[in-house]
């Protein structure tokens, strides 16, 4: 079939939309577009007001792509080495995710703890590179939980996003999103995250 990743991409949304609906809770997301080449992820999950970075890919051999972002990876590794502060953020808050090639089951990490541990190991000496990925039903039960899991609340995902920015590209860039408007018609609505949070439900 070759490397589906717009089909492991619906897969997975469709795990976390099942799941939320089970539990009563909260869920969206926000594909990127462009701005995955300064936020080193393709989509935005969110629940609530609380909200994840997702990079993904087709399988884990395409993780190694990553080292055609060699650059800002390094300078994200760097960083956080050097921000207890913000390695803390990224661990809570940016993962990737893949399905693997060998069962087929949908899987994500800590970005870091998968790319940073095959691109830049060197500046891998204060986390566990040998730490295992988390299948997404364990995932979602942990994103979905109370309180959620993998994520971070708005303040301190804005935060991260601007360190993020800054560190790997040189300033800071807004986040955009496009999401429906709240008016009696379908129309979609460019938002920054601050837009966003102030549209979103509370948590419970």
């Not at 939309?17 to 936020?39: I, K, M, T, V």
């Not at 997702?54 to 390094?74: D, L």
């Not at 942990?142 to 800054?166: D, R």
């Not at 601050?194 to 979103?200: F, P, S, V």
């Amino acid at each position: 079939m070759g490397k589906n990743e717009s089909g492991v991409i619906s897969i997975f949304k469709r795990v976390l939309q099942s799941e939320a609906e089970q539990s009563c809770r909260h869920f969206d997301e926000f594909p990127l577009g462009p701005q995955d080449r300064h936020l080193l992820g393709d989509d935005l999950w969110v629940t609530y007001n609380n909200f994840a970075i997702v990079e993904m890919k087709w399988s884990e051999a395409e993780i190694r792509n990553e080292n055609a972002k060699i650059r800002r990876v390094k300078l994200l590794c760097k960083g956080l080495a050097e921000s207890p502060e913000m390695a803390a953020f990224h661990a809570k808050c940016h993962r990737i995710a893949w399905r693997d090639s060998q069962s087929g089951r949908l899987m994500s990490q800590e970005y870091r703890n998968r790319v940073c541990c095959l691109t830049c190991p060197d500046t891998c000496v204060d986390i566990d590179c040998g730490a295992a990925p988390l299948a997404i039903e364990d995932f979602a039960k942990e994103f979905f939980g109370h309180p959620p899991s993998h994520c971070l609340p708005l303040m301190e995902f804005q935060s991260y996003v601007k360190w993020l920015t800054t560190t790997v590209t040189g300033a800071p860039r807004e986040v955009i999103v496009l999401a429906l408007n709240k008016s009696r018609f379908t129309v979609s609505e460019e938002m920054t995250l601050d837009q966003l949070g102030a549209r979103l439900p509370a948590l419970p």
